[in-house]
């Protein structure tokens, strides 16, 4: 059971990315997929979620700038980020849970893709 995030990069404020996040293992319609992401000295975040029925949900700061979508058919979920900050550098992750629950209800974390934003 694996979740591998990739599509990372380094771009100038203002511009997009398009990470992928790939399962292997399992069925991906089953399960809930979240987005999240780790700043150097910062928490963990949460920053998209999208539910089996494809029910998004985002925080705010992100809400209008990245949109998460999935094809289970292939089993890979997608994070469009446009409009990318300085703030937005990071490490990026996805994981499965639930929408609603905990952070620490999520499994099958992967290794991450590293995202710079920087002029």
């Known amino acids: 059971v694996q979740l591998q995030a990739s599509g990372g990069g380094s771009v100038r404020p203002g511009g997009s990315l398009k990470l992928s996040c790939a399962a292997s293992g399992f069925t991906l319609e089953y399960y809930d997929i979240g987005w999240f992401r780790q700043a150097p000295g910062k928490e963990r975040e949460g920053i998209s979620c999208?539910?089996?029925?494809?029910?998004?949900y985002a925080p705010q700061s992100v809400k209008g700038r990245f949109t998460i979508s999935r094809d289970d058919a292939n089993n890979i979920v997608y994070l469009q980020m446009k409009n990318l900050a300085p703030e937005d550098t990071a490490v990026y992750y996805c994981a499965r849970g639930e929408c609603h629950g905990p952070l620490s209800d999520f499994d099958s974390w992967g290794q991450g893709t590293q995202v710079t934003v920087s002029s």
């Open positions: 999208v539910s089996r029925d494809g029910t998004t």
